[in-house]
């Protein structure tokens, strides 16, 4: 069965392109106008991922998205007219899982999108051989996609679970930006390093919320690596 897509947009040519481009590729598309409309098709729909406009009257895509993520980790790929790097820096942090912008490639916004689902697929098919991860207080189920810190479930967009299921697998290594980004992409995107640095800080925001200050530590000049998570020596 083909992936289904939402294409969120005001404007009736950019859905016609999305769908065009997305059907091509042999996905399947439900199109909203506006922000309600989006949330309606979120319920009535479950789609695997959505492509979010930000710029929309009345609700805003990240208006939109901070309704999703109340229920829903779906994907979400924000699509906007604007380039500032507030925007884009916003949009990661309320759960965004990638930025497109205005005039974009339909083939590399269709590369994008198949990015994204091959990840989130393979996460929830299996871990390293099936097995839930895990460090100090933190625990990670790759198959069903689940992350908690002493058993407070953390809210993790597919690619903040991909950049730490990364730091995980191997918790005493420093991991630089660019092997961030080939594990959070799968090196086929380039991206720039602010956005690991939205992503990165996004979930220290999840794990202070859940108790932990210390669980990514920045090595100055070189990258990240795995904090304690509740480990006492």
Do not use: W
């Not at 040519?13 to 598309?29: E, K, M, N, P, Q």
């Not at 604007?82 to 590399?108: A, C, H, M, N, Q």
């Not at 002493?150 to 697998?169: C, G, K, N, S, Y």
């Amino acid at each position: 069965m083909a992936s289904l897509i939402l294409v969120v947009d005001d404007d009736p040519h950019i859905r016609d392109v999305l769908c065009f481009a997305l059907g091509r590729a042999g996905y399947s598309t439900v199109v909203a106008r506006n922000g309600v409309e989006a949330l309606a098709s979120v319920e009535a729909h479950a789609p695997r991922l959505i492509v979010l406009d930000v710029g929309m009257p009345d609700m805003d895509g990240l208006a939109v998205c901070r309704q999703v993520r109340r229920t829903s980790d779906v994907p979400i790929l924000f699509l906007s007219a604007r380039d500032e790097e507030i925007d884009r820096v916003l949009g990661l942090e309320i759960g965004g899982d990638d930025y497109v912008t205005k005039p974009f490639s339909p083939r590399e916004l269709v590369a994008r999108v198949g990015i994204i689902l091959r990840r989130t697929a393979a996460q929830a098919a299996s871990g390293p051989s099936g097995k839930v991860l895990s460090h100090g207080d933190l625990t990670l189920d790759p198959e069903r996609h689940d992350a908690a810190f002493d058993a407070q479930p953390l809210a993790l967009t597919a690619t903040e679970f991909a950049i730490l299921r990364t730091l995980v697998a191997r918790p005493g290594l420093i991991f630089s930006r660019d092997q961030l980004m080939d594990a959070a992409y799968d090196g086929r995107v380039h991206v720039s390093d602010r956005t690991i640095d939205s992503h990165i800080r996004n979930m220290r925001a999840k794990f202070a919320a859940a108790g932990c200050v210390d669980a990514i530590v920045t090595v100055h000049g070189v990258g990240f690596r795995l904090g304690r998570c509740g480990i006492r020596t």
